[in-house]
């Protein structure tokens, strides 16, 4: 595995209900990072991690949403009780240090109907 | 004010031309800049860092200018492959390197 993988590539879910995505970040990479991308605007931060230490959320993540990464590997992202608005692309990311630029894995997109 | 600002275009160029695009950031102790590439409905790409003395790329020339905190990036001899969206990315001065995004610059390029 030589990218950063994300499962599902999309989800189709009815408002009210949860969802939860995965990212499996290149092996050698540390630093793992959420952002979600809405329609015509660049990815927004979400949360980062440094191996299994959850060290920075964004305020855009409200208390229905929750990250981990258990073992300092991949990560997953839930969302509760999902509302329209939450319908965007999330995407992952990794890093091997600060300075690095980011590789980002191919997304999953939400649609909450 | 946004961090990042772009211009979002989209600039409408002949294969062949030069296209240079702009992005103002407005925190001053921001250390790290980038441009990163995005094709419809993917995820973005790094095109090139950008180093306070200017970098090229073949094609691409990335410039940062510190006191008037802006970024560019020119390209010369645009190909229809070069059609995409360029995406303006600064780290602020937060130990951990969050990058925070522009909204991007669509480019168009056209036979």
């Known amino acids: 595995d030589t990218g950063v993988s994300q499962d599902p590539r999309h989800k189709i879910t009815k408002r009210g209900q949860n969802v939860t995505f995965r990212c499996d970040p290149i092996s050698e990479h540390n630093r793992l990072y959420w952002y979600r991308q809405t329609l015509g605007q660049g990815p927004e931060f979400l949360t980062y991690?440094?191996?299994?230490?959850?060290?920075?959320k964004s305020r855009l993540l409200s208390d229905r949403f929750s990250a981990e990464r258990p073992k300092g590997s991949f990560s997953t992202l839930e969302i509760q009780r999902t509302e329209q608005g939450d319908s965007a692309m999330y995407l992952c990311?990794?890093?091997?240090?600060?300075?690095?630029?980011?590789?980002f894995g191919s997304g999953t997109r939400l649609t909450v109907v | 004010r946004k961090e990042v600002e772009q211009d979002p275009g989209p600039f409408n160029v002949p294969e062949g031309a030069t296209v240079a695009f702009n992005c103002t950031y407005s925190n001053s102790a921001s250390q790290s800049f980038f441009w990163y590439r995005q094709d419809c409905r993917k995820e973005p790409k790094l095109l090139m860092s950008v180093y306070s003395s200017g970098n090229e790329d073949g094609r691409f020339t990335a410039q940062l200018n510190r006191a008037s905190q802006y970024i560019s990036l020119l390209i010369r001899d645009s190909k229809l492959s070069d059609s995409a969206t360029y995406l303006c990315v600064v780290s602020p001065n937060t130990g951990f390197q969050k990058l925070v995004f522009g909204t991007g610059t669509r480019l168009l390029v056209s036979p």
């Open positions: 991690f440094q191996n299994e230490a959850q060290l920075e």
């Open positions: 990311a990794s890093s091997l240090a600060a300075g690095d630029g980011y590789t």
